[in-house]
């Protein structure tokens, strides 16, 4: 059964420096999501991507965030300059192109992200 | 704004015991209604959905039946093994333009099924 991979499973900086969280989502999805989960906090939509851009993206979503698709499998979000408080659990999901399928989005086993 | 509101855990039960996980919502639009299940080191699963009022989601033995006049989509199974332990989560899915549907969650509720 196709899924959506993510790497690393848990990565550890230092306050300041950028991360790159990697996601590999199905396939033949077009849309793109990232989510984010503080520790013992709800998951919190950070943004959408479709088509090669942002189709929308939430307030926690600030200049320090980008995504990029850089080839035909990979989906990334970057941060450019970690804080304390970006220590949190990151999902992307994918979601297909029907109608019904932009209903449902798959989640990837999630990439902890703990900053220094 | 979009908000799911569901119960507060940890949630024990014994095997076989019978589960109800409350969940309401608000929401802007007509959304439609999901259970996320996540097991011990897993990702997000969907569990089950409904997509318009009264429709009845149901997976694995779990059922949720979308009550649009309460506005809530509680969960539900008759007897919980203890292969059920896992954080629930309930959410809601609005089309936000551009092509881009997106989810609000709640804050999860943890169940754990002692022997």
């Known amino acids: 059964e196709p899924e959506v991979t993510q790497t690393p499973s848990h990565q550890v900086t230092q306050m300041g420096q950028e991360v790159i969280l990697r996601c590999v989502p199905i396939?033949?999805?077009?849309?793109f999501y990232w989510y984010r989960q503080i520790l013992g906090q709800k998951v919190e939509f950070l943004v959408s991507?479709?088509?090669?851009?942002?189709?929308?993206k939430s307030e926690i979503f600030d200049d320090q965030f980008s995504v990029e698709r850089p080839d035909g499998s990979n989906f990334t979000l970057k941060i450019r300059s970690t804080k304390l408080e970006d220590s949190a659990m990151y999902f992307c999901?994918?979601?297909?192109?029907?109608?019904?399928?932009?209903?449902?989005?798959?989640f990837g086993p999630g990439t902890r992200l703990t900053v220094l | 704004g979009n908000s799911v509101t569901q119960m507060e855990g940890p949630v024990t039960l014994s095997e076989e015991a019978f589960l109800t996980i409350n969940c309401t919502y608000t929401?802007?639009?007509?959304?439609?209604l999901f259970w996320y299940v996540q097991y011990p080191g897993e990702g997000l699963q969907l569990l089950l959905k409904?997509?318009?009022?009264?429709d009845k989601g149901s997976n694995k033995g779990f059922e949720a039946t979308y009550r649009k006049e309460t506005t809530s989509f509680h969960l539900e199974k008759g007897s919980v093994q203890v292969s059920d332990s896992a954080v629930y989560f309930c959410?809601?899915?609005?089309?936000?333009?551009?092509?881009?549907?997106?989810?609000?969650f709640g804050k999860g509720t943890k169940l754990s099924v002692i022997p």
């Open positions: 409904a997509t318009k009022a009264d």
């Open positions: 929401a802007t639009g007509y959304p439609s």
């Open positions: 396939s033949n999805h077009l849309y």
């Open positions: 959410a809601l899915l609005l089309y936000s333009g551009a092509g881009s549907y997106q989810l609000t």
């Open positions: 991507f479709y088509n090669n851009e942002i189709s929308e």
């Open positions: 999901a994918s979601s297909g192109t029907s109608e019904g399928m932009r209903n449902e989005q798959f």
